[in-house]
């Protein structure tokens, strides 16, 4: 079910020119260990600007919104929430406007899922936005990706965590310094 609505959301971003990224649990699910995840995150190469397009996109994926004000929702948080109601799958679609997500959008990668090729986050920028987000599952997330994949960029990692350390006066290096302390 996850993979034919992956297929089908990748080949509608592509066709209109969206680059993405498919972020949060699916893929964990690369990088990590299996778990229940109840949705897709995918953060997409825009703006807030570009709200008309996403409509245009969800609509032809016959996805309903789920806020009743979506303009005004994602001037506040960045996402519209939508959902597949047959399958009860939610699909948050990510704005950006960052470097950093415009760089980590640039670096996905493409995984072959059934027909068709899927751009996921790389493993670094996964561990970066589980980071940032810190919620328990989150931190468990990324000692499962960590312990499987020991050979990640750690450079990588500590330069843009030390960015948005320095930037939103966070603690974010340290959060990660001591996951991997922590295995």
């Known amino acids: 079910m996850f993979n034919q ?6 080949k509608e971003l592509e066709k209109h020119k969206i680059p993405y990224m498919v972020i949060g649990g699916q893929a964990v699910l690369l990088y990590g260990e299996p778990r229940l995840t109840k949705d897709i995150d ?4 825009m703006g807030i600007e570009g709200y008309p397009e996403v409509r245009e996109v969800v609509e032809n994926l016959f996805f309903k ?3 009743d004000n979506p303009e005004e929702f994602i001037k506040k948080t960045m ?6 109601e047959k399958s009860g799958i939610k699909i948050d679609f990510i704005f950006s406007f960052t470097p950093y997500e415009k760089q980590a ?25 589980k980071i940032i987000a810190g919620r328990a599952r989150d931190i468990e ?3 499962a990706i960590l312990l499987k994949n020991p ?26 310094k001591k996951v991997e302390k922590g295995l």
């Open 79 to 84: 996402v519209l929430p939508t959902i597949e």
């Open 5 to 10: 609505l992956l297929n089908k959301i990748a």
């Open 141 to 143: 997330d990324i000692k």
């Open 105 to 129: 959008i640039g670096n996905a990668i493409d995984v072959k899922i059934s027909d068709k090729m899927v751009k996921f986050a790389t493993l670094e920028d996964v561990i970066i936005h």
């Open 65 to 67: 919104i789920l806020v």
């Open 151 to 176: 050979d990640y960029n750690t450079k990588y990692i500590y330069k843009w965590l030390n960015d948005f350390d320095t930037s939103l006066k966070e603690k974010f290096l340290n959060r990660f």
């Open 42 to 45: 995918i953060t997409l190469d």
